[in-house]
T-cell receptor
Framework: GAGVSQSPRYKVAKRGQDVALRCDPI?????LFWYQQALGQGPEFLTY????????KSGLPSDRFFAERPEGSVSTLKIQRTQQEDSAVYLC???????????FGPGTRLLVL | GQQLNQSPQSMFIQEGEDVSMNCTSS?????WLWYKQDPGEGPVLLIA?????ELTSNGRLTAQFGITRKDSFLNISASIPSDVGIYFC????????????FGQGTGLTINP
């Protein structure tokens, strides 16, 4: 595919359940970002990878959030012991390199009951 | 978290009208970007601005990077139905993670 893909597109979780969200960036893109978008708000930065290195995780809201990109391509955002306040759209974006245009995926809509 | 102040929050206009929205920040940004987000999709880049004072057009869209580097505006001329959606401004600092800081969005509704 030509664009950023994310899976699943929708996820319903019971409070306390662990979830894993996947991002497939555009092939060859070095930089990968995760953002969280609450209902009616703009996206907020969570974390940034350059290849496999996680260079900034300052936006992760708690230690229940964990992201990885072990081979420098696909990335997974994991949320442990989900809470209702984790309900949001999780967006992944990739760019060819630092300071270049970020291309967004369609997002994963997470609802925690 | 840090967000930009974007206004108006929503707009209801007639087809063919011009639209203007703006974004302000207490922080300086090196780059300003304008994105459009349709329901169920991720944001799509419309215009990128890299220099203070820069005025850039993309078809019916025109955007400017404020001289102070703390604000930007987006104009849409002669609106059409496919312009409906949510528009976000975003600021970027080129040092560090190059993360984007987004405004709260402007929802645009067009009456045919």
């Amino acid at each position: 595919g030509a664009g950023v893909s994310q899976s699943p597109r929708y996820k319903v979780a019971k409070r306390g359940q662990d979830v894993a969200l996947r991002c497939d960036p555009i092939s060859g893109h070095v930089s990968l970002f995760w953002y969280q978008q609450a209902l009616g708000q703009g996206p907020e930065f969570l974390t940034y990878f350059q290849n496999e290195a996680q260079l900034d995780k300052s936006g992760l809201p708690s230690d229940r959030f964990f992201a990885e990109r072990p081979e420098g391509s696909v990335s997974t955002l994991k949320i442990q012991r989900t809470q209702q306040e984790d309900s949001a759209v999780y967006l992944c974006a990739s760019s060819p390199g630092p300071r270049e245009t970020q291309y967004f995926g369609p997002g994963t809509r997470l609802l925690v009951l | 978290g840090q967000q930009l102040n974007q206004s108006p929050q929503s707009m209801f206009i007639q087809e063919g009208e011009d639209v203007s929205m703006n974004c302000t920040s207490s922080s300086i940004f090196n780059t300003w970007l304008w994105y459009k987000q349709d329901p169920g999709e991720g944001p799509v880049l419309l215009i990128a601005l890299y220099k203070a004072g820069e005025l850039t057009s993309n078809g019916r869209l025109t955007a400017q990077f404020g001289i102070t580097r703390k604000d930007s505006f987006l104009n849409i001329s002669a609106s059409i139905p496919s312009d409906v959606g949510i528009y976000f401004c975003a600021g970027q600092i080129i040092q560090g993670a190059q993360k984007l800081v987004f405004g709260q969005g402007t929802g645009l509704t067009i009456n045919p």
